[in-house]
């Protein structure tokens, strides 16, 4: 094990065989290569680096462009990722993909609807495809036997299942779960609570956060591309392949 007690500032090109420890600040120059990294503070990966095994940063972690996080990486703060970073695992209370700036006009689930603690409807179930309606305000947990769309400005105060591909178009608000037997694709400044599951690949457009501070939640997928912008709170997970594109 490399063992650093203070800051550590490494030189670019260069590959570290061994576990680092680092009790102060750690800053990797860009293309390096390592096995495993744990930071007191946080810890700053150059421009195409590689980690092998994992990461851990007490403070905050961020990954420069063209990163290759073959591992699991959490942080007790935050994670930011940078354009065309590839990733596994991420956990941590807030996870930044890019720049990810506060939209004054999104709307997030919660804040003018009634929690999933009143009263809701029965649940929803249709054979077949299914459009929700742009705009529509549905209080009930929604399951399709088909592919699901749910149009712009949607708000459903429940959770959603489809047993083919869904579509969640710009906008749209969903207090509980996304789930989707097939591909999954979430558009522009959505705002989910749950946890976010596709079982085939999963694509996240700009400006939508998954989760809230409160109320962490998982995204998962075997293969997920997710756009700069994005925000998560909680694991971000692709079993598979993660990465990270420029928006749309």
Not at 38 to 45: A, C, F, I, S
Not at 108 to 134: A, I, N, W, Y
Request: charged share 20%; proline share 5%; aromatic share 6%.
């Amino acid at each position: 094990m490399l063992v650093a007690g203070a800051d550590l500032i490494l030189p670019p090109e260069a590959t570290f065989s061994r576990d680092i420890y680092s009790r102060g600040q750690f800053i990797g120059g860009e293309k390096n290569n390592y096995r495993a990294i744990l930071g007191e503070k946080n810890v700053y990966l150059g421009a195409s680096t590689r980690v092998m095994r994992w990461v851990h940063a007490v403070g905050e972690f961020t990954a420069g462009l063209g990163c290759k996080l073959y591992v699991r990486v959490s942080s007790d703060s935050l994670i930011r990722l940078q354009a065309n970073c590839s990733f596994l695992r991420l956990n941590a209370p807030r996870i930044e993909i890019g720049h990810a700036a506060v939209n004054p006009g999104a709307t997030t689930p919660h804040s003018s609807v009634p929690s999933r603690d009143s009263k809701m409807s029965p649940r929803f179930l249709h054979d077949g495809d299914f459009e929700v309606q742009p705009g529509q305000v549905i209080t009930s947990d929604i399951v399709v036997r088909g592919k699901l769309r749910i149009r712009p400005g949607a708000r459903v105060w429940g959770s959603v299942k489809s047993l083919e591909d869904m579509v969640v178009e710009d906008g749209v608000a969903v207090e509980g779960s996304l789930i989707s037997a097939g591909k999954m694709l979430i558009g522009k400044h959505c705002a989910i609570r749950g946890p976010v599951v596709a079982e085939r690949e999963l694509a996240v457009a700009c400006g939508t956060r998954c989760g809230t501070l409160e109320h962490p939640t998982t995204v998962s997928a075997p293969r997920i591309r997710v756009e700069q912008g994005v925000i998560v709170f909680g694991t971000l997970w692709a079993r598979e392949s993660g990465e990270v594109v420029a928006h749309r």
